[in-house]
């Protein structure tokens, strides 16, 4: 059934045109497109139109579109298209993160507005509940799982906008010229999570139970929508105060206080049903404790038996794939050599902590300022969390049992640098007379695209598989839309936001534990700044970072405008509402001083590129997408977004 849903049906149509008159041939019913009551009539038809939509669900961060992977400085974009993205006046639009607009002011290219994707799933669960091919069970489960996506759909617009029309029933237009009928209006943004809760509710007791499933809607699929709309609108209702200019006066944007209790009662309720194992014995993906920074890495790529993943977009190379892998593996020795778009900044890098639970910059220089020489260019990222490696391909790292060449140049004894302007130059080292590489063939090289510009390339999403990175043939990987680390961490929150810490910590250990933080937090330890953080580090790159910013309310403080300098980048690194305003790099140098001790060995420089001109700057209208104008005009009814 699942290779099914994979499949990409391609209808070729012919028309014989003859020698009829125009009116004639206006007439001719296509012999080859099926009516509504034919495609209804045949189980398999019903199946292949359900398939389509589970393909047009709209995921706002997606690997199919690389650029909306990774920003808000978690990195920096390694491309020659968008540097323009790092000056001018980084003010967002309304719409999403890194958009270029004129004189480099970003819009959000994070949105959707597809009502006509609602209508047809509203046409599928009405023609689906009439339908008389299909047998009792089988249609039970296609309207459950209609519904599923029809919910999930409303949820990423309420995450999106705020309320919305909330429309349950396929709307016909009757050709009179009167569009009134057709025209909703927004409802309460509570209204939205409401509805997505409830059908949740009754969903979970329809679909299967199946933990083996995971490209269509289950049991743990429900409750997992269950668990982030409750923690999203508990959230908003608590901290939403802290911004009171974000709202409407009708309650389509904001949520009153006196609602977070409950829905935070919601959310654990839903996630602890998860937990106990009632949707299927879902666990933390540990195939190898060995090397816990290649299990989290594999967790995005391995689909034998991953009892972590509930729900997910799924590719199959002989019917659907993409270019991740091509656009984001290490250049130097890549399939197509090309790569590196992704740069994951220092911001990010370093807010993996260490295995004491402590919070540190990664050490560059010692106490009294000196720098520090490091044997393997690896050896300043040890002793921190798993994750780091798992997330981020590090200087002395390998990807496709390929080490990658990440060095930016040679330091002498006396401070200067010989580098080279192309990947891989090599130039004469004084006292040599033969030309040696000087620079990695994987950069880093300040303006040369597809290269490691902050010493860093992506990890997570990299599909290891020969041919991943090849025209041609592509990546399968998986997007994982719910995991079970998400479940723990949002029973986490949720408990700690009731005033359950002790409750809160044991669900946040086991996440930490499988990262290899190993001593215990206690409830004492427990803070809005460890929810925060944890999330950030586990979910980094897979879209949960804009969303917690959003409802937390905390991105006009990470996003001041303010140009972040060194003291900024490496100071406050455990705080949720730490400055980030622009994605600085960590450079490995090659230590040249024959005779010395230190000769041969690593340094690194803390370096911000020239290409990063301007500060990020979020305005309070960045927490809601913007309705744009030619929606506003067609549908009177609705109102404007604050700020807007």
């Not at 030619?630 to 009177?636: C, K, M, V």
Request: charged fraction near 20%; charge should be neutral.
């Amino acid at each position: 059934m699942k290779k099914k849903l994979l499949i990409v049906i391609f209808a070729f149509f012919a028309f014989s045109v003859g020698c009829k008159k125009d009116s004639e041939y206006l007439d001719i019913k296509p012999t080859q497109v099926l009516s509504t009551e034919l495609a209804f009539s045949d189980p398999a038809q019903v199946l292949s139109i359900l398939a389509n939509l589970y393909t047009r669900q709209y995921d706002p961060s997606r690997i199919t579109d690389w650029p909306t992977v990774g920003d808000f400085n978690e990195a920096f974009y390694s491309e020659n298209g968008r540097y323009n993205e790092y000056h001018g006046n980084n003010t967002w639009g309304f719409q999403g993160p890194r958009g270029p607009d004129v004189g480099g002011a970003q819009t959000f290219h994070w949105s959707t507005w597809d009502y006509t994707y609602i209508r047809e799933l509203n046409l599928f669960i009405e023609r689906c509940a009439t339908a008389t091919s299909l047998d009792a069970p089988t249609k039970a489960l296609y309207i459950a799982e209609a519904r599923y996506l029809r919910a999930s759909y409303y949820l990423t617009l309420a995450r999106l906008f705020g309320g919305v029309p909330l429309i349950l029933q396929s709307l016909e237009y009757d050709n009179s010229g009167n569009t009134v009928p057709l025209q909703y209006p927004r409802v309460k943004e509570s209204e939205i999570y409401d509805f997505v809760i409830k059908e949740a509710e009754e969903l979970k007791l329809i679909l299967p139970s199946n933990r083996d499933t995971k490209a269509r809607a289950t049991k743990g699929a429900a409750l997992a929508m269950q668990s982030r709309a409750a923690i999203t609108a508990a959230s908003i209702a608590r901290y939403g105060a802290t911004t009171p200019s974000v709202s409407l006066a009708g309650g389509q944007v904001g949520i009153p206080a006196s609602m977070a209790a409950g829905y935070y009662t919601a959310a654990l309720k839903a996630s602890q049903e998860i937990i106990n194992g009632s949707a299927g014995a879902y666990a933390l993906y540990k195939k190898q404790p060995g090397n816990l920074s290649e299990n989290f890495a594999a967790l995005f790529y391995d689909k034998t038996q991953n009892n972590e993943v509930i729900w997910v977009d799924d590719f199959a190379l002989k019917f659907r794939r993409h270019g991740f892998t091509q656009v984001n593996q290490p250049r130097f020795g890549a399939e197509e050599e090309e790569g590196g778009r992704i740069n994951p900044s220092l911001n990010l890098v370093q807010s993996f902590e260490k295995l004491d639970n402590t919070f540190a910059p990664l050490p560059t220089n010692d106490a009294q300022g000196n720098l520090i020489y490091y044997t393997k260019q690896e050896d300043i990222f040890a002793g921190r969390d798993a994750r780091l490696a798992g997330t981020v391909i590090i200087p002395g790292s390998s990807f496709k049992a390929r080490p990658v060449d990440i060095w930016a140049g040679v330091q002498l004894a006396d401070g200067s640098v010989i580098t080279g302007s192309e990947r891989g130059a090599q130039k004469i080292l004084p006292g040599k007379s033969v030309p040696e590489q000087v620079v990695g063939f994987d950069g880093p090289i300040t303006g040369i695209e597809h290269s490691a510009q902050t010493g860093f390339y992506i990890r997570k999403y990299n599909d290891p598989a020969i041919g991943s990175g090849q025209r041609g043939i592509g990546s399968a990987v998986w997007q994982i839309r719910y995991r079970y680390a998400e479940i723990l961490l949002n029973a986490a929150e949720a408990a700690f936001e009731l005033g359950q810490a002790p409750l809160a910590a044991g669900y946040m250990n086991q996440v930490r534990e499988r990262a290899g933080l190993v001593i215990p937090l206690t409830a004492a330890d427990m803070s809005f700044d460890r929810i925060v953080h944890e999330r950030r580090v586990e979910f980094a790159f897979e879209g949960q970072y804009f969303f917690d910013l959003r409802r937390f309310r905390i991105a006009h403080k990470i996003f001041d405008g303010v140009a972040l300098n060194t003291n900024d980048l490496l100071s406050n690194l455990s705080s949720a509402t730490k400055r980030s305003t622009q994605p600085y790099g960590l450079l490995p140098y090659k230590f040249y001083s024959p005779g010395s001790p230190n000769d041969g060995k690593w340094i690194y420089k803390v370096n911000l590129s020239n290409r990063v001109t301007a500060s990020d700057n979020w305005q309070f209208g960045n927490y809601y997408s913007e309705i744009n104008a030619g929606i506003l005009t067609n549908n009177p009814k609705l109102v404007k977004q604050p700020n807007q």
